[in-house]
């Protein structure tokens, strides 16, 4: 059975996610720790749970949602996983945590790519990776059909949508992603949001303003 546990971290108030099944291998998600207490808040319940951590998946590359890569790398020996199109958002890092003024060591690059239709294994969960750009221009999902849930970043949250005003941003490309890869997934599928709180496919095809469905 799937377990998902988040954790909401640094001041963007991201969630970050672990995985687990049975096997007790697990895979995190938008590692956003920021300080000392918050990486161990993670490490400990890995910990606690007697995990395997065999991959770090990056839904995008904002800095809110990379800044526990490299704590991660260091303590599991796992590289970022993302889209090859997240490779330059990846590399102002350094100059958007300049701009805002929020030190954070800086993730490793990645050096493997996921792509839409690749199928992630860990213990004897599959994650199906959807490419959802518009937030960032490589953003992707991790769908499990199994337990009816994605994993979405930055894409689609309870009532609204991601921004748009970021370099890079599209929202035409954010909204045809909505319409074509979430909104296509059965209604009963639990979405997962990198900021806020649950929801679901089904209440945001009624209720989001921002994106109906056709």
């Given at each position: 059975m799937l377990t998902v546990k988040y954790f909401t971290f640094n001041p963007a108030r991201e969630n970050t996610y672990i995985l687990h099944d049975e096997t007790d291998e697990c895979v995190i998600i938008d590692a956003g720790c920021y300080t000392a207490q918050e990486q161990a808040i993670l490490k400990d319940y890995i910990t606690d749970k007697k995990l395997k951590p065999v991959m770090l998946l990056c839904t995008h590359a904002h800095f809110d949602h990379i800044m526990g890569n490299r704590f991660v790398f260091d303590t599991y020996g796992l590289k970022p996983l993302s889209h090859k199109k997240e490779l330059e958002v990846f590399a102002a890092q350094e100059s958007?945590?300049?701009r805002y003024e929020i030190n954070f060591d800086l993730s490793p690059i990645p050096e493997k790519f996921i792509e839409e239709g690749d199928k992630l294994t860990f213990g004897t969960t599959t994650l199906s990776v959807l490419f959802t750009p518009g937030h960032s221009p490589g953003h992707v999902v991790f769908y499990n059909a199994e337990n009816h849930l994605v994993i979405n970043g930055d894409v689609l949250f309870k009532g609204t949508v991601g921004r748009t005003d970021l370099p890079l941003a599209n929202h035409a490309d954010l909204e045809n992603s909505i319409k074509t890869k979430l909104y296509t997934l059965p209604d009963e599928t639990?979405?997962?949001?990198?900021?806020?709180?649950?929801?679901?496919i089904g209440h945001e095809k009624v209720h989001n303003m921002f994106v109906t469905a056709d």
């Open positions: 958007v945590s300049k639990t979405v997962y949001c990198g900021h806020g709180p649950v929801t679901n």
